[in-house]
């Protein structure tokens, strides 16, 4: 059950996009359109907001979009806001030998 | 409103026991698989176990295979997590979350901390 690999921080201006990548393997996010992503803040519960590689869950913010390909999933955030600043976690279901993997997190700064 | 609120954390020493808890309301508890995600202070998440609707089907995950026991009880709308043999590394913050495919409801987390 190996973590999917995310880059440990990213950081972006006010109004820039950033792109913050998950990279699993062929057994989890090449296998399956069952990549969602979470916001977290701290000392809050992680809130759903990507799901299925690309949809977004009604009152999340379409400045948020996500994509894959082959064994990397993405996440984009567009017009970057000070709100935005989080940490941010992919996971992908794994089949039913691992059910479910999560990247290790990105803490995304707005500067 | 859909709503899940843990309980049953607290501090206990290594090798000691918890019960957590997962209360259920605002959506029909019985027709959801159910999962506990954890989150060890200043890391990332962790899924722990997954258990089917009727559970007929349940999951571990390694680091936890033998010594956590995932149950519910659909009558009460209730989800549990039965953790023997505590260790130092199981010091976590422990959600408990529906997942259609995506964990879409979270509780607020319940804190077991494990320490002498």
């Known amino acids: 059950q190996s973590a999917l690999t995310q880059p440990a921080s990213v950081s972006g201006s006010p109004g820039q996009s950033i792109t913050i990548s998950c990279t699993g393997t062929?057994?989890?996010?090449?296998?399956?359109?069952?990549v969602s992503w979470y916001q977290q803040h701290p000392g809050k519960a992680p809130k759903l907001m990507i799901y299925?590689?690309?949809k977004r869950p009604s009152g999340v913010s379409n400045r948020f979009s996500g994509s894959k390909s082959g064994n990397t999933a993405s996440l984009t955030i567009s017009g970057l806001q000070a709100e935005d600043e989080a940490d941010y976690y992919c996971?992908?279901?794994?089949?039913?030998?691992?059910?479910?993997?999560f990247g290790g997190g990105t803490k995304l700064t707005v500067l | 409103e859909v709503q899940l609120v843990e309980s049953g954390g607290g501090l206990v020493q290594p090798g000691g026991s918890l019960r957590l808890s997962c209360a259920a309301s605002?959506?029909?508890?019985?027709?959801?698989?159910m999962n506990w995600v954890r989150q060890a202070p200043g890391k990332g998440l962790e899924w722990v176990s997954y258990?089917?609707?009727?559970?007929?089907?349940?999951y571990y995950a390694d680091s936890v295979k033998g010594r956590f026991t995932i149950s519910r009880d659909n009558a009460k709308n209730s989800l549990y997590l039965q953790m023997n043999s505590l260790r130092a590394e199981d010091t976590a913050v422990y959600y408990c979350?529906?997942?259609?495919?995506?964990?879409?409801?979270w509780g607020q987390g319940t804190l077991v901390t494990v320490s002498s």
């Open positions: 062929s057994s989890d996010v090449g296998s399956y359109n069952l």
């Open positions: 299925e590689v690309s």
């Open positions: 605002g959506f029909t508890f019985s027709s959801y698989s």
């Open positions: 996971c992908s279901y794994a089949g039913s030998s691992s059910y479910v993997v």
């Open positions: 258990i089917s609707s009727s559970s007929s089907t349940i």
């Open positions: 979350a529906t997942y259609p495919g995506y964990f879409d409801y």
